[in-house]
């Protein structure tokens, strides 16, 4: 059992920066990667970001490329997606998602990002 929570969404103008967050906690010992999600009105959720647990590989929806950065901190449990110059289009909830050598996905409950002016 994995649980996730997410923090740091929040309305911000477009240019903005946000951080989120995604504190784990339980049998976090077979993790195979990490990766953030995204879901807006009307649309699928569809994914953003990825890391491998060993932290060699990362890898971003064009769309993002170049302003979004996705990190992980062992020592706090805990996985970030910093989001820099951000666009209205960027407006969703964000799910980040942890998945395990045994096949298991464990999702974190979401957090809204609003991107307005």
């Known amino acids: 059992q994995v649980q996730l929570v997410e923090s740091g969404g929040g309305l911000v103008q477009p240019g903005g920066s946000l951080r989120l967050s995604c504190a784990a906690s339980?049998?976090?010992?077979?993790?195979?990667?990490m990766g953030w999600y995204r879901q807006a009105p009307g649309n699928q959720r569809e994914w953003v970001a990825s890391i491998a647990s060993g932290g060699g590989r990362r890898d971003y929806k064009d769309s993002v490329n170049g302003r979004f950065t996705i990190y992980r901190d062992d020592a706090k449990n805990t996985l970030y997606l910093q989001m820099n110059s951000l666009e209205p289009g960027d407006t969703a909830v964000y799910y980040c998602?942890?998945?395990?050598?045994?096949?298991?996905?464990?999702w974190g409950q979401g957090t809204q990002v609003t991107v307005s002016s």
């Open positions: 998602k942890y998945r395990t050598y045994s096949g298991a996905d464990y």
């Open positions: 339980g049998s976090i010992f077979s993790i195979r990667g």
